[in-house]
T-cell receptor, first 112, second 112 residues
Framework: DTGVSQDPRHKITKRGQNVTFRCDPI?????LYWYRQTLGQGPEFLTY????????KSRLLSDRFSAERPKGSFSTLEIQRTEQGDSAMYLC??????????FGQGTRLTVV | KNEVEQSPQNLTAQEGEFITINCSYS?????LHWLQQHPGGGIVSLFM???GKKKHGRLIATINIQEKHSSLHITASHPRDSAVYIC??????????????FGSGTQLTVLP
């Protein structure tokens, strides 16, 4: 499968714990995006990488959130000291420059 | 003010009916995306279009750049078309990068 893959698909964690998600984009895609989607809403932009450079961060990305793309390939999104309000679907997408974006299956986070 | 608005929010149709979902946006864009999201979260890109009309199987997408409006049509709808359909546009952010801003989605249910 050469699409965008995300791991894990589901994560249940206790409030206050740290979690890390991984996204593997399509191999030749230089742009990688993270989005968050809460129930009944469309996805909201979190952050964006061009190669290894993080070029944009939404105000939604509080200081408990950090994202990296160290070698310009896979990316990780870490949430520290999780809160119940962090429960959402976290989506990753990649594209080649301004071309069509391809999405992963998402990671569903439940904070209990 | 929502920058991307979809209508209707919910749509129930009988199998075989012609479906139309509308999307309006408030700023100039280079292209618009129509996406499909099934239960479980994964998003599939259906169309990316910047003018005119595109057709793929029973799906047709049209866009009017001057009127800032796009429609997604499904001909001969089938229960397997039941999903959330989302339109998304790349909006200019504060920097030079662009990211997708999503509508809240249209939940389509096609009954047999």
């Amino acid at each position: 499968d050469t699409g965008v893959s995300q791991d894990p698909r589901h994560k249940i964690t206790k409030r206050g714990q740290n979690v890390t998600f991984r996204c593997d984009p399509i191999s030749e895609h230089n742009r990688l995006y993270w989005y968050r989607q809460t129930l009944g809403q469309g996805p909201e932009f979190l952050t964006y990488f061009q190669n290894e450079a993080q070029l944009e961060k939404s105000r939604l990305l509080s200081d408990r959130f950090s994202a990296e793309r160290p070698k310009g390939s896979f990316s990780t999104l870490e949430i520290q000291r999780t809160e119940q309000g962090d429960s959402a679907m976290y989506l990753c997408a990649s594209s080649l420059d301004r071309g069509e974006a391809f999405f992963g299956q998402g990671t569903r986070l439940t904070v209990v | 003010k929502n920058e991307v608005e979809q209508s209707p929010q919910n749509l129930t149709a009988q199998e075989g009916e012609f479906i139309t979902i509308n999307c309006s946006y408030s700023v100039g864009i280079s292209a618009l995306h129509w996406l499909q999201q099934h239960p479980g979260g994964g998003i599939v890109s259906l169309f990316m279009l910047s003018s005119g009309k595109k057709k793929h199987g029973r799906l047709i997408a049209t866009i009017n750049i001057q009127e800032k409006h796009s429609s997604l049509h499904i001909t001969a709808s089938h229960p397997r078309d039941s999903a959330v359909y989302i339109c998304a546009v790349p909006l200019i952010s504060s920097g030079s990068a662009r990211q997708l801003t999503f509508g809240s989605g249209t939940q389509l249910t096609v009954l047999p």
